[in-house]
């Protein structure tokens, strides 16, 4: 029931708070952040640095996991994610301990772990899965440019909209 489609939660609209695991080292880390700012420099990014391979890595990534849960002010959203590498460099993501704590987080998951071919059991309990650390960024974060420009389209939208039941209404004011 781990990878069940009916558990999945969908990720926030507009997060607040990022809880981003994952080596504050990495490729994948730098990609992730520079999407992040230029799309939504608003959103506070919190880093969980932890080893993402090794025999170290899936202790790490599973107590990163549990501490973004447990913080006074939680995150919106966890990410999980690193960059490619063999399927060696990758076990720690199919690791059952690091698959169960993805499922089982209070908090929606994204997991963004190698490239677009690679899949890890992680990625697969997650609520969704990015192709790639900088995906995972696209996907979570809405374009500030495309933001405004709807707004501004909002606005001009109940403008006219105003407009027209007072002209149509203008009793409404006395005129």
Request: aromatic letters at 6%.
């Amino acid at each position: 029931g781990l990878f069940a489609a009916e558990r999945k939660r969908a990720l926030p609209l507009l997060p607040q708070k990022v809880a981003l695991v994952t080596s504050d080292e990495s490729a994948a880390y730098s990609d992730f952040i520079k999407i992040a700012r230029s799309r939504w420099p608003l959103a506070e990014i919190e880093v969980y640095s932890v080893l993402v391979q090794g025999v170290d890595a899936p202790a790490q990534i599973i107590e990163a996991i549990a501490l973004s849960n447990l913080a006074e002010q939680p995150a919106d959203v966890v990410v999980i994610t690193r960059g490619g590498g063999s399927a060696d460099d990758l076990a720690a993501f199919n690791d059952e301990r690091v698959v169960r704590a993805v499922a089982s987080s209070r908090i929606p998951t994204l997991a963004a772990i190698g490239h677009e071919r690679d899949f890890s059991l992680a990625e697969l309990a997650a609520d969704a899965r990015a192709s790639t650390p900088s995906n995972a960024a696209e996907l979570l974060l809405p374009d500030k440019k495309d933001f405004i420009q709807n707004l501004a389209n909002k606005n001009d939208w109940l403008r006219q909209g105003l407009i027209g039941c007072i002209g149509a209404n203008s009793s409404w004011i006395g005129v």
